[in-house]
């Protein structure tokens, strides 16, 4: 076995704990003693013994988690229907006595979601996802009421991602919420939620979203391979998701598009793309998605396509200073100056002159103190974050300047580069050029543009195998003749009227987005 | 699979590579050089150089930088190069270099001149647009020369030649041209600078015959030179005599027309030229009516006279005493008359001195300047 096989390879093991099957009991006292055995020193937990019937001689218990059950649902429609109203009006006692069951769930309770669960295992996971249980003497199920309610936060305007023009809705962390921003947008019922629970401990629900004859069914298979594959203790996050389930995780570059927009996640369905929701995180997931995805903001869409496409094109120019300014400069002054103006290289030199460490050397100081700021503005609070943007970057800069340890121009350059990097939408994929920045600041201090051009091609060449979901992460330029309708959506954003497919990625039954039913001299005139 | 990558990435980093890397403040970026031929004393020894080469490169500081001069006796530019890092804390970078000057004394030992030429354009640092200039006395004179406009030599030469077509004295200069014309046929003009006390003054141009320097062609001969091979825009500074009053005239030449002409004796060479003009001014209180169309072609007619007389003197003094063909005919018949060409290509150094060359010249002005 290869070392790298051997650190990165798959390793099997045996999973730890597999839940066994308990089946309900028609004990009352049996089934509830195992599941308090089951929920022992959980003090969270509510458990209300109760009698119903006119006579009060049927025992019920009644299971509940504090603070995740909405009080509303459970005094009103549970507790009071079990304890008084089911005592105002008699049913049959006959009937009552054999089939309880049915006369609680049908005629007693008045909650909108019910279901019945053969095992305690079941019901307890339903317990502690915020449900309720109702338990019955003498009947060998346990009644689930839907009683999920907790404190959420409010659904706001997303932190990421700001639009001047556009939606102000942000994704929130309760996943049915998410799902409902996004229904409220696909009014069709091919719209699809697929439930899964992921996470042997933390049971969390990842809800698998599409447009059903849009999506590439391939993508859904491979998605739900793997997604059922996954076998790990617990999900926080959207990203443990993201991780679990891309194509190349030794990749710098994201494979999957996250965002906390429910405007962008709809977009994308609309696409033909699929989205991926998972509780606890405002962040869904967008798959398939290459790299032009990652360079479009929501605003594009909504603003006249003349400025979308300068500023299209503008975010392109940016992404490319990112990478490459403080390698290109170490490269043309360290190796060749011939191609600088004599002017700017007198002007350059003399600016330098009395600099103790080599432009390299100088690159990678204040990219890193860059860095560090960056970092620390992250951490530190709001205001305070703020403060040491500006200490760091006008107060250090000009010190660094004025001691002599870095160049004036080599300050220029990481700012400009730090300012250009801020452009690009995607998040991810602008830590991405920050670590291709890196890699490109070293080539070019050893190997000058020789370097740069080593490993532009070498990122290139990666890029073009890397693939999201059998999709190329390049589309659409990589395969221009293919893909001709997608090139309106890429470095230039088309005037919508022209935009009349959807992207190749979706089925090719399903391309056309827009008919043309205007006048045919419709604009033609004046 | 990996181990193969990282095998290949080893190799292009740690073998190949150009582990040149010097940073942009250590090195001496040489902006002007000058050429000139060494004559050994009696107290050197045999292996010293024939030539004294002299380096100008700026000064790094932020203001009032001047050029550091620095030269050296050696053989050729390469190893002088070399030798000078040896007295010099700084890695001598020629990929800046502007200007070359030479002394004329190099011009007129063939065999020097072509080893200092191969010297040029063997340099892959060196650009095709470097100014390669002649000069009369040292060119060390003129590298030392601090001009009080731009402290900086190089540049300030560098930057004369670039307004070169705005300027009507200044034959190109630039070191590719020279070379092709040198490569084609072994003969070239080039230009002739002049140290001042505070500049240097580029005007007129040295004759190249095979290698070998001719003599000097002088600033107004070379100005209509440059017109006749249409490489100016700009015929400037000349003036015409009008009932006794010198009349500047700006003109503007075209591109000039040549043909052969039908001749059994000899060959016959037409250049036709015509030009624009401005009249800028004539004198106070004038008693002519410059509205008139009379004074219009009175000048036209004169400024015509006067300059089909200078240009023919030029071509007379190229032919007669230069006996060079730096009017381009060559080229002319070989593009154009090639059947004619193949008959005298061999004899033509002999040949071109004996051809006729006629000018025919048009002027039409164009403005007359402020009317009271």
């Known amino acids: 076995m290869s070392l790298w096989e051997r650190l990165f390879g798959k390793k099997s093991e045996d999973t730890d704990t597999d839940i066994g099957e308990i089946k309900v009991h028609r004990n009352l006292d049996k089934n509830f003693g195992i599941i308090k055995d089951m929920l022992k020193d959980c003090d969270d937990v509510l458990y209300r013994e109760i009698k ?64 019945e669960v053969g095992t305690i295992e079941q019901a307890v996971l339903d317990i502690l996802i915020g449900d309720t249980a109702v338990i019955l003497d003498n009947y060998d199920k346990i009644i689930i009421v839907g009683t999920k309610g907790w404190e959420m936060r409010d659904v706001a305007e997303p932190e990421t991602e700001n639009v001047i023009r556009g939606p102000r809705q942000g994704f929130i962390e309760t996943l049915r919420v998410n799902t ?28 698998v979203l599409y447009i059903e004859d849009l999506a590439d069914e391939d993508v859904l298979e491979e998605l739900d391979k793997r997604l059922k594959a996954i076998d790990i203790d617990a999900i926080i996050d959207s990203g443990y998701i993201e991780q679990l389930v891309e194509d190349n995780w030794r990749s710098i570059f994201p494979q999957i598009q996250n965002t906390e927009r429910p405007d962008v996640a709809t977009a994308a369905l609309y696409e033909g793309k699929v989205v991926i929701v998972v509780d606890n995180s405002p962040f869904v997931l967008i798959i398939p998605s290459g790299f032009n995805a990652m360079m479009q903001s929501a605003e594009d869409y909504y603003e006249r396509w003349g400025i979308a496409t300068f500023i ?49 050397l100088e690159a990678i100081i204040m990219v890193l103190t860059l860095e560090i700021l960056r970092e620390a503005g992250i951490r530190l609070p709001g205001a305070i974050g ?31 580069t730090a300012v250009a990097s801020f452009t690009i939408p995607s998040y991810n994929l602008a830590i991405a050029a920050r670590l291709l920045r890196l890699v490109l600041i070293i080539a070019s201090g050893f190997l000058g543009l020789y370097g740069v051009m080593l490993i532009t091609m070498l990122a290139l060449v990666h890029l073009c195998s890397l693939k999201s979901f059998g999709v190329p992460y390049l589309t659409p330029f990589t395969a221009p003749i293919g893909q001709r309708s997608d090139l309106k959506d890429a470095l230039l954003k088309a005037p919508l009227l022209s935009m009349h497919y959807r992207e190749t990625t979706v089925r090719k039954s399903e391309r056309r987005r827009m008919l043309d039913h205007r006048d045919e001299n419709f604009n033609k005139e004046g | ?108 030992n063939p065999a020097d001149f072509r080893h200092i030429l191969d010297g040029i354009e063997n340099n892959e640092f060196l650009s095709r647009r470097v100014v390669l200039a002649l000069t009369e006395g040292s060119a060390a004179e003129i590298i030392k020369v601090v001009p009080a406009m731009e402290n900086k030599l190089g540049e300030f030469i560098a930057e004369i030649f670039r307004r070169s077509d705005r300027i009507p004295r200044i034959v190109g200069g630039s070191a590719g041209d020279i070379l092709r014309d040198l490569h084609e046929s072994g003969n070239t003009i080039i230009p002739k600078i002049v140290p001042g006390k505070a500049d240097v003054k580029v005007a007129g141009g040295g004759i190249i015959n095979n290698f070998k ?47 052969l002409i039908e001749d059994k004796d000899n060959i016959k060479i037409l250049i036709e030229v015509e030009m624009e003009g401005d009249v800028r001014q004539t004198y106070f209180e004038t008693d002519e009516d410059t509205l008139k169309s009379s004074f219009v072609s009175e000048i036209e007619q004169e400024m015509v006279e006067a ?28 593009q154009s008359h090639y059947k004619l060409w193949k008959e005298v290509e061999r004899d033509w150094q002999d040949i071109f001195p004996n051809i006729d060359i006629d000018v025919n010249i048009d002027i039409k002005i164009r403005r007359i300047g402020l009317v009271r």
């Open chain 1, 52 to 115: 119903i019937g006119i006579e009060g001689n049927q025992r019920a218990v009644v299971i509940s988690i504090d603070g995740m059950t909405d009080e509303n649902v459970l005094d009103n429609h549970i507790l009071k229907n079990l304890m008084i109203n089911s005592r105002i009006a008699p049913p049959d006692i006959g009937i009552f006595k054999r089939q309880i069951g049915d006369a609680v769930k049908d005629k007693t309770l008045s909650a909108a979601e019910m279901k």
């Open chain 1, 180 to 207: 409902a921003l996004i229904r409220r947008r696909i009014r069709d019922h091919k719209f699809k939620i697929k439930g899964y629970q992921i996470g042997r401990r933390s049971q969390t629900d990842v809800c």
């Open chain 1, 312 to 360: 299209r094109a503008l975010r392109y120019f940016a992404l490319l200073m990112a990478i490459y300014m403080p390698a290109l400069y170490i490269a043309v002054t360290t190796f060749h100056p011939q191609m600088l103006p004599a002017k700017l290289l007198i002007s350059i030199a003399a600016n330098r002159a009395g600099v103790p460490f080599p432009a390299v």
């Open chain 1, 386 to 416: 703020q403060t040491i943007g500006i200490v760091g970057a006008v107060i250090i800069g000009q010190a660094a300047v004025d001691a002599g340890i870095v160049g004036p121009i080599m300050i220029i350059i990481v700012s400009i």
């Open chain 2, 1 to 108: 699979m990996h181990k193969k990558m990282i095998i290949f990435l080893s190799i292009a980093l740690l073998l190949t590579g150009c582990w040149d890397k010097v940073e942009i403040d250590e090195r001496a970026h040489i902006s002007a050089l000058g050429i000139d031929r060494y004559t050994p004393g009696p107290d050197d020894e045999e292996t010293v150089g024939r030539h004294i080469f002299t380096f100008a490169f700026p000064e790094l500081k932020k203001e009032g930088a001047k050029d550091v001069v620095i030269s050296s006796v050696g053989d050729n530019l390469y190893s002088v190069s070399r030798i000078m890092a040896s007295r010099s804390n700084k890695e001598f970078f020629l990929g800046h270099l502007r200007t070359v000057v030479v002394g004329v004394d190099i011009a007129k």
């Open chain 2, 213 to 259: 320097f001719k003599g000097w062609l002088g600033e107004v001969e070379t100005a209509h030179l440059l017109v006749l091979k249409g490489e100016t825009k700009c015929l400037c500074g000349m003036s015409v005599k009008h009932k006794g009053f010198d009349i500047p005239v700006a003109l503007r030449p075209k591109k000039p027309r040549i043909s």
């Open chain 2, 307 to 334: 300059t089909k007389q200078r240009a023919m003197d030029t071509i007379n003094k190229i032919q007669k005493e230069f006996e060079t063909d730096v009017l381009g005919i060559n080229k002319y018949l070989r």
